[in-house]
């Protein structure tokens, strides 16, 4: 196989598993792309999961990939958050909510984690184009906060709540309340919807 033509055919997709390649060529040599990730070619995302190296160029591509190599998920948690301004800090790590199992993985693109939560609360996200690759998938803000006090359940009490450092005014101003608690009941937990009624009492200009 000739690099450059299966660059070609795959460098559009963004990432790719051997599953595939082997669906467009069945008599494909997998130990072409063992050789092109040591000539730095290509970058291995997991196993059977690969990239072109150079798209890491593109600030968004780990983004894309975060949803590829294990699906289904979304982002959300800390680094939605601090994607909106929500928290103050920059969160390299790509944090993901998953209804499978949780896992980690780390590659040429970055840091990528994902935590599960049952199937009933796999909602509360939005599509993100990205060119010509596809899209990917990102929590409102409103759903990446009821992610993180589903998750986290230590932040039950008000003095827990402001140590996550939400950003007073983007809670006070920004935050669509109305769909923050119409995520909680959705969830079907008690709990859960008494944290987030917390969540807006500490953070209420009344």
């Known amino acids: 196989m000739v690099y450059l033509a299966f660059r070609e055919q795959w460098h559009g997709v963004g990432c790719f598993n051997i599953y595939q390649i082997r669906a467009w060529d069945p008599e494909f040599d997998r ?76 590659n040429d693109f970055g840091e990528f984690s994902y935590q599960t939560v049952k199937p009933t609360l796999f909602f509360g996200f939005k599509q993100m184009s990205l060119s010509p ?27 827990a709540i402001l140590d996550l450092r939400f950003d007073e005014w983007w809670m006070q101003e920004e935050l669509d309340k109305e769909r923050l608690m119409d995520f909680a009941e959705r969830s079907g937990s008690k709990a859960l919807q008494a944290r987030v009624k917390l969540l807006l009492k500490t953070y209420s200009n009344d």
């Open 31 to 106: 130990s072409n792309l063992t050789r092109w990730v040591q000539r730095g070619y290509l970058s291995k995302l997991r196993q059977d999961w690969y990239a072109f190296s150079d798209l890491r160029s593109n600030p968004e591509m780990a983004r894309y990939i975060a949803q590829r190599i294990y699906s289904p998920s979304y982002i959300s948690l800390h680094y939605a958050l601090s994607f909106y301004g929500i928290i103050p800090e920059a969160v390299t790590r790509i944090t993901c909510v998953t209804s499978n199992r949780t896992t980690a993985y780390r």
């Open 133 to 159: 690759q596809g899209s990917y998938m990102l929590a409102y803000p409103e759903k990446a906060i009821i992610d993180m006090l589903y998750l986290y359940p230590q932040y039950n009490t008000s003095e």
